[in-house]
């Protein structure tokens, strides 16, 4: 279920990028204002499209928020896994080492080899 309103979620958040980059700039502060007059020649008009846009982006809006709501829900109620310090002893222990007593990691479990008998020096030629 929750795979299904995070796809659901994804969708909406690229639908509204879309929408809202879709609408004319009404303010122009970057001296980038829309560039298509009002001519007959297209589908709809200036103000019909731009209706139909913000209707698109509140919509949209709607649907983002009652999905992340829904996640937030899912994330609360859904079985998270135990936090670290419940599972701390009651007694602190000190690491091995340090007391002198040996502790019971791997390196503590390797035997060295015997020392050599005799002269540590190679045979002369």
Do not use: C, W, Y
């Not at 589908?43 to 709501?69: E, H």
């Not at 829904?70 to 896994?81: D, F, S, T, V």
């Amino acid at each position: 279920m929750e795979t299904v309103i995070i796809v659901i979620h994804l969708m909406v958040v690229l639908a509204l990028v879309l929408v809202v980059l879709l609408q004319r700039s009404e303010g122009g502060a970057l001296g980038m204002g829309g560039g298509g007059g009002g001519g007959g020649g297209g589908m709809m008009s200036a103000r019909g499209s731009a209706n139909i846009l913000t209707r698109a982006t509140a919509a949209l809006a709607v649907v983002f928020f009652a999905t992340s709501l829904g996640l937030a829900i899912i994330a609360k109620n859904g079985e998270r896994p135990a936090s670290i310090l419940d599972a701390v002893p009651g007694a602190p222990t000190a690491p091995a080492g340090n007391d002198g007593s040996s502790g019971n990691g791997i390196l503590d479990q390797i035997k060295p080899a015997p020392a050599p008998e005799g002269p540590q020096v190679p045979p002369a030629q």
